[in-house]
């Protein structure tokens, strides 16, 4: 199959203007020549001047709301694209991120894709916000299925921030009572829900996108309707997870420093036949 368009979807970690981390940060995000791109957590009022003199060739949109966190996104010429906001993804809350809906023509062919940063937080309000929105984002699916009289070429996917929840219920004989999500039943929550929708969670060539100094964790994900196809990666995988989870264990630490502490998503959407 031949390639529909690439996609390279990074949490950046906290990009403000002139942060001298953001000119290596721009060299490794070029160097996947993405056709779409999506960076997550850009704070910098002027910090789109950046990005623009390293894809001089791209159109860009950011969200806006009360949060200090938005979605960049930047379309390459290969493609055309018309991009909303999406304020229902914000979950009726309005220090949450909104969502980027992007519209993406390659060929003859119209593409739907979801850019998401929800809820963090293992809290039951953080797990609580997580859950709307995503559902809302599967849900999404059905609109769109009937906006184009058919099976829309949908994707979701982003900072998805799984990592399960911790409800504290009391206290006894001293100790916390407490009743836990794991991070990997809130995985296999997805899995479940995106099969009802009639879509999958892609494989990824890593099973960790996130890290500090003696934790990771798996945050970062890409949920798409059945019928599409993408190129392979190693062992099958459909997502390719470049950066820190990429290198040798001794070069992880220092590479978060001096570019995020995510991993970047990178997959090809093949052409349809």
């Given at each position: 199959?031949?390639?529909?368009?690439?996609?390279?979807?990074?949490?950046?970690?906290?990009?403000?203007?002139?942060?001298?981390?953001?000119?290596?940060?721009?060299?490794?995000?070029?160097?996947?020549?993405?056709?779409?791109?999506?960076?997550?957590?850009?704070?910098?009022?002027?910090?789109?001047?950046?990005?623009?003199?390293?894809?001089?060739?791209?159109?860009?949109?950011?969200?806006?709301?009360?949060?200090?966190?938005?979605?960049?996104?930047?379309?390459?010429?290969?493609?055309?694209?018309?991009?909303?906001?999406?304020?229902?993804?914000?979950?009726?809350?309005?220090?949450?991120?909104?969502?980027?809906?992007?519209?993406?023509?390659?060929?003859?062919?119209?593409?739907?894709?979801?850019?998401?940063?929800?809820?963090?937080?293992?809290?039951?309000?953080?797990?609580?916000?997580?859950?709307?929105?995503?559902?809302?984002?599967?849900?999404?699916?059905?609109?769109?299925?009937?906006?184009?009289?058919?099976?829309?070429?949908?994707?979701?996917?982003?900072?998805?921030?799984?990592?399960?929840?911790?409800?504290?219920?009391?206290?006894?004989?001293?100790?916390?009572?407490?009743?836990?999500?794991?991070?990997?039943?809130?995985v296999t929550r997805l899995?479940?829900?995106?099969?009802?929708?009639?879509?999958?969670?892609?494989?990824?060539?890593?099973?960790a996108t996130w890290r500090?100094?003696?934790?990771?964790?798996?945050?970062?994900?890409?949920?798409?309707?059945?019928?599409?196809?993408?190129?392979?990666?190693?062992?099958?995988?459909?997502?390719?997870?470049?950066?820190?989870?990429?290198?040798?264990?001794?070069?992880?630490?220092?590479?978060?420093?001096?570019?995020?502490?995510?991993?970047?998503?990178?997959?090809?959407?093949?052409?349809?036949?």
């Amino acid at each position: 199959m031949a390639k529909a368009f690439s996609v390279a979807s990074w949490n950046i970690e906290h990009m403000k203007d002139a942060d001298p981390r953001n000119a290596a940060r721009m060299q490794f995000l070029a160097g996947h020549k993405p056709d779409v791109l999506a960076l997550y957590e850009v704070e910098g009022k002027d910090v789109w001047r950046e990005v623009m003199a390293a894809f001089p060739k791209y159109s860009f949109f950011i969200t806006e709301g009360q949060n200090t966190q938005e979605i960049l996104v930047g379309i390459g010429p290969r493609v055309t694209g018309f991009l909303t906001q999406k304020v229902e993804f914000a979950g009726r809350q309005a220090y949450m991120r909104p969502g980027a809906f992007l519209t993406v023509r390659a060929g003859d062919t119209d593409y739907s894709l979801l850019f998401l940063h929800v809820a963090s937080d293992n809290d039951p309000r953080g797990f609580g916000l997580r859950a709307d929105m995503i559902d809302r984002a599967l849900s999404f699916r059905e609109v769109l299925d009937n906006a184009a009289g058919g099976r829309a070429n949908y994707m979701f996917l982003g900072d998805l921030n799984l990592m399960g929840m911790d409800f504290e219920h009391g206290k006894e004989a001293g100790r916390i009572q407490r009743v836990q999500v794991t991070a990997q039943l809130e995985v296999t929550r997805l899995a479940y829900a995106a099969a009802a929708a009639n879509m999958r969670v892609l494989p990824k060539t890593r099973t960790a996108t996130w890290r500090d100094l003696d934790q990771t964790s798996d945050l970062d994900w890409v949920v798409a309707a059945n019928h599409l196809r993408f190129r392979r990666f190693a062992g099958g995988s459909e997502v390719d997870v470049r950066g820190w989870p990429a290198l040798p264990e001794a070069e992880q630490v220092p590479w978060t420093k001096d570019f995020s502490d995510h991993g970047l998503l990178y997959f090809e959407v093949q052409a349809l036949q």
